[in-house]
């Protein structure tokens, strides 16, 4: 049984079967809207979502979705663990989806669940993942450039708690040839494991700057990221 917890849980040639099967589905969806049929997603979301909690792949592949749209409906707002809550769904469903804010808790789910927990997206501070919003992301970059090497991509904004940038630089630090410019305010840049565990420990170039205007024309993708509000402390911060 796998389970998709960490980015780089899937090797180079996984995920380029993975996409190349995401491409099929997009060109024919017609061809795979039954492959899912009688298949139970459970998405288990401990914070707010909209795209990933809708789980509309699922439901255009022929799958239901169950689960609870926040943590204040659930269990979990009487004392239930992540350990107890999974045992119950592994009963209900073929496969979970879990957002969660404490970094680590889809994958303590994981090892309570006798069905595959995927992470969609954990931890509230600097440490945390985001794999399947990388899926997407690499599935895009390769429809619009043809190829994931060969790259010079900035990632723009908040880089510091943007859990989706951290997981995009582990995952395409694999890929040849990727230059990264990392642009946003001192407050925000990207925390230094990234950059010393990532970048500087696979040799991998990097640049740091406030100056989006001046990255613009060396870039072949731009990724825009939204200030994380909910990860501080107060509006002023």
Do not use: W
Request: contains cysteine; charged residues 25%; proline residues 5%.
């Amino acid at each position: 049984m796998r389970h998709l917890i960490d980015p780089l849980d899937f090797t180079q040639q996984e995920i380029s079967t993975l996409l190349d099967l995401a491409d099929r589905i997009h060109d024919d969806p017609a061809a795979y809207q039954e492959v899912a049929r009688h298949k139970k997603l459970a998405t288990l979301f401990y914070e707010p979502s909209t795209r990933t909690r809708l789980s509309l792949a699922m439901l255009n592949l022929g799958g239901h979705v169950l689960g609870f749209p926040s943590e204040n409906v659930s269990s979990a707002s009487k004392g239930e663990s992540v350990a107890d809550t999974i045992r119950v769904v592994s009963c209900y469903a073929d496969i979970v989806a879990m957002r969660h804010p404490k970094e680590g808790a889809p994958l303590r789910a994981s090892r309570y669940s006798r069905i595959p927990v995927i992470n969609a997206g954990d931890g509230g501070h600097q440490h945390h993942q985001h794999p399947t919003q990388t899926l997407t992301d690499l599935m895009t970059i390769r429809r619009r450039m043809g190829r994931l090497d060969d790259l010079t991509i900035g990632l723009c904004g908040d880089l510091k708690f943007g859990r989706t940038v951290h997981s995009l630089i582990k995952t395409m630090a694999r890929c040849k040839n990727i230059r990264f410019v990392l642009i946003s305010p001192e407050e925000l840049r990207v925390p230094d494991y990234i950059v010393k565990d990532v970048l500087e420990a696979n040799g991998i170039p990097y640049q740091e700057t406030r100056s989006l205007e001046e990255s613009m024309s060396e870039l072949d993708i731009l990724y825009m990221t939204r200030v994380q509000k909910e990860r501080f402390f107060n509006e002023e911060d």
